[in-house]
């Protein structure tokens, strides 16, 4: 049954198409990219009392394919927003909402932040696979990323962060000078360090760094190392003796050990 054709998705006023194997067993029907992406509609099956087709979009969890070399599937990805239908089998077969298909609302904003952190300073170099789609991890981090790209809404903390809690900032002697903040991210492959960099105050305490204030911060690079494995699903900001995780926005205390900082991603500064 596998033949070539297309699904279009259309979105006023834009539109993509995906070139697809039309493929079907006895358990359901799909329609499959071979970098490893597949729309896929179930054999009726009972639920809640009724029978339905369930409808599924999915990334090869085992898919080495580097997303730069698919800028067909990540322009159709790019362009599935809430509003979107597909239409298959070129325009002859079935139209269907994307809102149908269970996860590919979490592609289509993984895909997304890939294009938006295409601006960062060392992107080039950092290998973001299909795989990765298929990862909570690795989604986290391309979220995180692409947030950080837009000047607006960089996701690292700007205000007062003090690597010793119990320290309050009236103890604190002040100097103006550049705090730069590793944001550890982990891909399927990769342990990705995004250095954030910002100029404004930097806190002593006897001598010793805990804390900074910072206006804004801005990404000067992103430094790709081999994967260290972490306890925690959520990009990472290293702070001393404290890590901070990033979910859905926010910054929270973690004790989640990276494994990094015997390579020297650290906090670091530099007076004026």
């Known amino acids: 049954m596998d033949h070539p054709t297309t699904v279009c998705v259309q979105t006023t006023p834009v539109s993509a198409e995906l070139p697809v194997l039309r493929t079907a067993n006895e358990h359901h029907f799909g329609y ?53 239908v597909f ?19 979490d592609l289509a904003r993984c895909a997304a932040a890939y294009r938006d952190a295409y ?22 981090s391309l979220v995180f ?9 960089q996701p690292i903390p700007r205000g007062l962060l003090l690597a010793a809690p119990e320290v309050e900032e009236k103890d604190c002697d002040t100097a103006s000078g550049t705090i ?27 001598g010793d760094l805990c ?3 910072v206006p804004a911060f801005r990404v000067d690079t992103i430094e790709v190392l081999p994967r260290v494995p972490s306890r925690s699903l959520f990009p990472r900001v290293l702070l001393g003796p404290r890590t901070l995780i990033w979910d859905e926005g926010r910054w929270q205390e973690s004790d989640a050990d990276t494994g990094l900082r015997a390579d020297g991603v650290r906090l670091r500064f530099q007076l004026d």
Do not use: I
């Open 119 to 140: 601006s960062l300073d060392g992107w080039d170099a950092v290998p973001v696979m299909v795989k990765d789609m298929a990862s909570p991890e690795s989604r986290n």
């Open 211 to 213: 804390g900074f204030k």
């Open 180 to 206: 730069n903040v590793p944001v550890v991210c982990n891909l399927a492959h990769s342990s990705l360090v995004a250095w954030f960099s910002g100029h404004g105050s930097v806190l002593f305490h006897d």
């Open 32 to 84: 499959v990219y071979p970098a490893g992406f597949a729309l896929t509609v179930s054999a009726r099956v009972e639920k809640d009392g009724q029978y339905v087709h369930l409808m599924q979009a999915l990334a090869d969890p085992d898919s080495d394919a580097l997303l730069a070399d698919h800028p067909v599937l990540l322009d159709f990805l790019t362009t599935c927003h809430p509003e979107s």
């Open 145 to 153: 990323l692409g947030s950080a790209a837009d000047p607006q809404t």
């Open 87 to 105: 239409c298959f089998d070129n325009g002859d077969g079935l139209t269907l909402d994307v809102t149908d298909f269970d996860s590919l609302g």
